[in-house]
């Protein structure tokens, strides 16, 4: 089993910057690669961006060249840097681990920490 635990949700003005963090634990052996999804009220949850192993990355074109996601395997976390956030940015950001590549369902997911961007 992997347990993983997000954190740095907040509420920040259009414009500003967040960084959110996944704390991960357990079996990390058999993880291959790491993402962040989220899910706005009455949307579908959305791939944002995600990590490899070998450290391949995947963003979602609404968040290219604003958002990073990074891996530090010493820590076994997962930061997403984000900059220039927008209202549409608002949602519940959740962390997932998958044992296989990028492209790939994900085996074990966070309970997620809200972002609100306003206005």
């Known amino acids: 089993q992997v347990q993983l635990v997000e954190s740095g949700g907040g509420l920040v003005q259009a414009g500003g910057s967040l960084t959110l963090s996944c704390a991960a634990s357990?079996?990390?052996?058999?993880?291959?690669?790491m993402g962040w999804y989220r899910q706005a009220p009455g949307k579908e949850r959305e791939l944002v961006a995600a990590i490899s192993k070998g450290g391949s990355t995947y963003y979602a074109d609404s968040v290219k060249g604003r958002f990073t996601i990074l891996r530090d395997n010493a820590k076994n976390t997962v930061p997403l840097q984000m900059i220039f956030l927008k209202p549409e940015d608002t949602a519940m950001y959740y962390c997932a681990a998958s044992k296989k590549g990028l492209g790939h369902a994900y085996d074990y997911w966070g309970q997620g920490t809200q972002v609100t961007v306003s206005s």
């Open positions: 357990g079996m990390l052996f058999s993880i291959n690669t």
